[in-house]
C-alpha cells in the first residue's frame, strides 16, 4: 500500500481537478461531431437522459469504491473482494488504449496553436485533412503532446494539477462564452440552434443511443476508475452525492456549450453537420477568422482545449502508471517511461490510419471495419468503457453489497437519494448498460432479427 497518499487540498480542488479530467476533448470536440452525425437534438436528448440515470449513478458508485478502499482502480476492487480487481484492470487497459489516439488529437490541437498565427488559408476543410493524412508532422506533434502528458505525470499529480485546474477550468469556461457568442449571432446560425435543440424523435434510432451511451462514458471519465483513483484521495466527511451531482452537471454543461459555440457556426458557413472529427478543426478557424481580434482569439482558443486535453490525459496516464508501480512494484519514472512509449508507439499507427496506413482495417464484431483510430475509439468508448461500468455496478450491488456502499457515503452525506441510487445502481444500470451492450455487438439485431 502506498503511503502518505494525501488528500485534495480543498473541496474545490478535487471539483476541479474531477472536472478537468473530465471536461476535455471528449467535451469539445467529439460531442458537437457526435450530435451533428446523430441527428442533433435527438442526440442531445438521449445524452441528457442517460446522463441522469447512468451518470450521477456511476459517478457516485466509483468515488464511493475509491474513497472506502483508499487504493489504485485494480487494488480497490481486489481490497473490497479478493478476486475482483480485474475490474479495475479492464480500466487501466480502456485508459492505456485511450490515451493512444487521444495523444494524437492532443498533438492536432497543438498544431491548431500555431496554425492559428501562420494562417490556415481558405480551404479549411482541405488544411484538416491535408495535415492529419501526412506522415511525419502529426506524429511529431503527438511525441509532444504525449511527452508533457509524462513529464507532468512524472512529477506526481495533485498540487500541479489541482492547481492549474482551478485556474485553467475558469479560463476555458469564459473563452467558451465568448466563441458561442459570437457563433450565434452569425447570420443563419438560427438554423443550426434549430438542429441541435429541437429533438426530431424519429430520428432516435439504436445508433444513436450507442453513441450516445458511448459519448456519456468518454465524457465523465467513467467505467475506467479515474474516479476511483480521485475518490480515494477524499476526506471522509466529503459529501459523495453532492459531488456526483455537481461533476456530472458542469461536464454536460460544458459539452453542451461546445455545441453551440460550434453549431451554429457550421449552418452559417454552410459546413454539413456530419463532418465527423473535423468538426472543431474546419469550423472554428472559419468561425474565428470572421471576428475581430480573431486570430489571437483562435490560438487563445485552441490554447485552452489543449490545457482541457491535457488535464485529461494526465488523468488517462495516472491510472496505468500508479498499475506499473502497485501491481510490479516499478518506480513511478519507469512505470511513465515504459507505458509512455507504448502509448507512443500505438498512436503512430492510429495517427498514419488518418492517411499512409488508412486502407489497413481491422475486422470487428459489429460487422464493420475500421482503420486503428477509429478502431481504438469503437472499442473502448462502445466496449470496454460500458463494460466496466457494467462491471462496477454489478459489483457494487451484489458483490461487495448496497448497504455497504451505502454506509461509506452517508459518513459524509445526508444522502437523500438513497432510495433512488439503490434502484438504479442494483436494476436500472446494470439492465441499461447489457441491453446496449448486446445491441451494440449485434447480437440483439441477429437473435431478434431486428
Ligand atoms: N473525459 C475526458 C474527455 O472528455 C477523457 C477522459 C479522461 C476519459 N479520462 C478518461 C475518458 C477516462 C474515459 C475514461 O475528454
Request: glycine share 12%; proline share 3%; no cysteine.
Amino acid at each position: 500500500m502506498e503511503q502518505n497518499r494525501g488528500n485534495w487540498s480543498s473541496r474545490f480542488g478535487f471539483i476541479m481537478a474531477a472536472v478537468g479530467s473530465a471536461v476535455g476533448l471528449g467535451n469539445l470536440w467529439k460531442f458537437p461531431y457526435l450530435a451533428g452525425e446523430n441527428g442533433g437534438g435527438a442526440f442531445v436528448l438521449v445524452y441528457i437522459v442517460l446522463i441522469i440515470i447512468l451518470g450521477f449513478t456511476l459517478m457516485l458508485a466509483e468515488m464511493t469504491v475509491g474513497r472506502h478502499s483508499n487504493s489504485d482502480a485494480y487494488g480497490a476492487y481486489n481490497k473490497i473482494k479478493k478476486g475482483f480487481g480485474f475490474i479495475g484492470g479492464f480500466g487501466i487497459l480502456s485508459g492505456f488504449l485511450i490515451l493512444s489516439y487521444y495523444s494524437v488529437v492532443g498533438g492536432w490541437v497543438m498544431k491548431y496553436i500555431t496554425a492559428s498565427f501562420s494562417g490556415i488559408g481558405a480551404d479549411k476543410s482541405e488544411y484538416f485533412s491535408s495535415f492529419i493524412s501526412s506522415p511525419v508532422e502529426p506524429i511529431v506533434y503527438h511525441l509532444i503532446f504525449m511527452g508533457l502528458t509524462a513529464v507532468i505525470v512524472i512529477r506526481g499529480i495533485s498540487g500541479g494539477i489541482e492547481k492549474a485546474s482551478k485556474l485553467l477550468m475558469p479560463a476555458l469556461f469564459v473563452l467558451l462564452l465568448l466563441t458561442v457568442i459570437r457563433s450565434v449571432t452569425l447570420d443563419g446560425a438560427m438554423e443550426g440552434i434549430r438542429y441541435f435543440m429541437n429533438p426530431d424523435f424519429s430520428e432516435i434510432t439504436l445508433k444513436v443511443v450507442i453513441a450516445a451511451l458511448g459519448q456519456v462514458f468518454f465524457s465523465l471519465s467513467l467505467g475506467m476508475g479515474i474516479m476511483v483513483t480521485y475518490g480515494s484521495y477524499l476526506r471522509k466527511d466529503e459529501d459523495l452525492e453532492k459531488d456526483a451531482f455537481l461533476i456530472p452537471s458542469l461536464d454536460s454543461l460544458v459539452a453542451i456549450i461546445s455545441g453551440f459555440a460550434i453549431l451554429p457556426a457550421v449552418f452559417a458557413f454552410g459546413f454539413a453537420p456530419t463532418e465527423g472529427p473535423g468538426l472543431m478543426f474546419i469550423t472554428l478557424p472559419a468561425v474565428f477568422e470572421s471576428m475581430p481580434l480573431g486570430t489571437l482569439f483562435a490560438a487563445l482558443f485552441f490554447l485552452l482545449v489543449f490545457f482541457a486535453a491535457l488535464s485529461s490525459s494526465i488523468s488517462l496516464m495516472e491510472v496505468t502508471v500508479a498499475f506499473g508501480i502497485d501491481q510490479f512494484k516499478w518506480t513511478r519514472k519507469k512505470s511513465v517511461l515504459f507505458f509512455t512509449t507504448l502509448m507512443f508507439l500505438i498512436g503512430i499507427g492510429a495517427s498514419l490510419s488518418m492517411g499512409a496506413w488508412s486502407d489497413f482495417l481491422i475486422p470487428w464484431i459489429d460487422g464493420n471495419a475500421y482503420g486503428i483510430f477509429d478502431f481504438l475509439d469503437v472499442l473502448t468508448s462502445y466496449y470496454l468503457l460500458p463494460l466496466g461500468g457494467l462491471f462496477g455496478a454489478i459489483f457494487i450491488g451484489y458483490i461487495w453489497g448496497v448497504p455497504n456502499a451505502v454506509k461509506e457515503i452517508k459518513t459524509g452525506s445526508k444522502f437523500r437519494t438513497e432510495k433512488l441510487w439503490t434502484i438504479l445502481i442494483k436494476y436500472v444500470v446494470p439492465a441499461l448498460v447489457f441491453i446496449i451492450l448486446l445491441s451494440t455487438t449485434g447480437v440483439l439485431e441477429r437473435v431478434f432479427n431486428l
